[in-house]
């Protein structure tokens, strides 16, 4: 698989801007794949803690670029995340900046890469026109029948247009915040279900769904999880929660042509489904995403 120059594309660079992509082991082969698709000139820094690597960033001119290419591992445990955000830069650079999302494959990020810009934008200015206070409902043909009432959407920076900005790649989501106490009816995730921490805490590693995994939810709270195998295993761990975590807090829609791995940051970021976020982490230490196939979304009084 290989993708034209993406930088270009996502990044408005100018032919004789540089290019630096700071990563980590595990990632390097990823590194020599995009720095092929780079026709500027483009070095690989390999990430450790102290100020060399820093200096050598704040240098750039903010025409240059630097992308931060990590695995979860050096992100999380490695250091990286003290410097390296998905969401700002790092201090003191003036760069045009590209987070990858932390451990992508190969082929999800190069498929994401060449999704048309115009799949992307329709889709953020379609969710976009819903405001403040707005009940939609969601179906799809397995069965998800929601209604929901949600603040709205907001988008983070999936493209650099001018110098010294900033983007999320590939594009990921556009999501807003359900109003508590306001959602009724029943999510079918017949894609993915991710991960379940608390407080840091894996209490369940889920994936690709085995069968739909029905979620019953009334005022806003998940009351019931049916289905197969994986929809025991995560009523068993998420009803042994306290309720809040069991809280329906966001509807999210993906925004890459990519296919489903299992991986939730992956599968959320797909154009052709919708996930449902359940727990505010800040609030009690879970968030928990469910990912929905081809869903119809309408305006309902």
Known sequence: MSITDFTEKWCSLSGDAKVVIVTNGDRVTLA???????????????????????SALVELSPSDLVIALFGFNTFV??????????????????????????????ESLFEGLSTPKELIYNKIDELRQYKNGTCLRITNDSGTDIALRINPFTTCSHEITADGEMAFLPPSETSSDVIANNADGRIV??????Q??????????????????????????????????????????????????????????????MTPTGLIGVDES?????????????????HLDVVVNAPTITEVE
């Open 32 to 54: 020599n794949d995009l720095q092929n698709c780079i026709k500027n000139k483009c070095e690989i820094l390999i990430f450790a803690p102290g100020g060399e690597l820093m």
């Open 77 to 106: 445990f490695g250091g990286a995340n003290g410097i390296f955000s998905p969401f700002s830069k790092p201090q003191g650079v003036s760069a045009k900046y590209a987070f990858v999302r932390l451990g992508i494959s190969m």
């Open 189 to 194: 995730a017949d894609v993915t279900v991710g």
């Open 196 to 257: 379940l921490y608390h407080y840091g805490e894996l209490l369940g590693s889920f994936g690709l769904v085995d069968q739909p995994v029905i979620l019953t939810v009334e005022n806003g709270i998940v009351v019931d999880i049916t289905g197969g195998k994986m929809a025991a295993e995560l009523k068993g761990k998420l009803f042994s929660l306290p309720a809040e975590c069991r809280e329906l807090v966001e509807l999210g829609h993906g925004l890459s042509k």
């Open 270 to 286: 797909i154009i052709d489904t919708c996930h449902f976020g359940i727990g505010d982490g800040a609030k009690c230490g879970v």
